[in-house]
């Protein structure tokens, strides 16, 4: 079966400071996998996507960035982090190639408070 | 105009009561269509796809309307255990790559 890993939990942060948030999937080969940022009260905003090693899109200018060094690995960083970076990041992976009526599965998230 | 919209409500509703949630979206080409459920603070999952002809898990039924554009949520004898946040989630595009747009939320309060 399929398992995506995301730490850590929760993450306390100064103003300034870099950010690494890493998420790995297991049981699965070539997913395509996603960055969300949820803020408080508000919907998941799509921050990256990527389809394969190296490829990396972005959705919305901002201050960090993500990366896929191996095919189940999806790393999200930042070298400032700014106030407005508080939020709930969560990593998701879907399937590729069954169609395109694929449901995403998430990881536990990461609530990142920057203070 | 947003891709997807939902009443965040929140929806207050007894112990065993009908409940339904709506939600529109804005792209005509979207082919998939999922109900998410996300309870306070972890992580949105998967509730039901939802397809064309309509289907039902259990209590839960839900709908879909391609000419007008919505999907729709049905409840049946809800329970406590049913307050929850419940997340519609449309296909979309973005330069090439199929992407999930996430609604919102509808919150659900089911009291004793």
């Known amino acids: 079966s399929q398992t995506i890993h995301q730490w850590p939990a929760t993450l306390v942060q100064p103003v300034g400071s870099p950010l690494s948030l890493e998420c790995t999937v297991e049981?699965?080969?070539?997913?395509?996998l996603y960055w969300y940022r949820q803020a408080a009260g508000r919907g998941l905003q799509l921050l990256f996507y990527s389809v394969g090693i190296g490829q990396i899109s972005s959705e919305v200018p901002q201050n960090l960035s993500a990366s896929r060094p191996q095919d189940r690995q999806f790393i999200l960083s930042s070298k400032k982090l700014l106030l407005s970076d508080s939020g709930f990041y969560l990593c998701?992976?879907?399937?590729?190639?069954?169609?395109?009526?694929?449901?995403?599965?998430f990881g536990q998230g990461t609530r990142l408070t920057v203070v | 105009r947003k891709e997807v919209e939902q009443d965040p409500g929140p929806f207050n509703v007894p112990e065993g009561a009908t409940v339904a949630f709506n939600c529109t979206y804005s792209?005509?080409?979207?082919?998939?269509f999922f109900w998410y459920r996300q309870d306070c603070r972890k992580e949105p999952k998967l509730l039901m796809s939802v397809y064309s002809s309509g289907n039902e898990d259990g209590r839960f039924t839900a709908q879909l309307n391609r000419a007008s554009q919505y999907i729709s949520l049905l409840i049946r004898d809800s329970k406590l255990s049913d307050s929850a946040t419940y997340l519609c989630?449309?296909?979309?595009?973005?330069?090439?790559?199929?992407?999930?747009?996430f609604g919102t939320g509808t919150r659900l309060l089911v009291s004793p």
């Open positions: 998701a992976w879907r399937r590729t190639g069954q169609g395109l009526n694929t449901e995403a599965f």
């Open positions: 049981g699965t080969s070539n997913p395509n």
């Open positions: 792209n005509s080409a979207s082919q998939s």
């Open positions: 989630v449309v296909t979309g595009w973005s330069t090439g790559f199929q992407k999930l747009v």
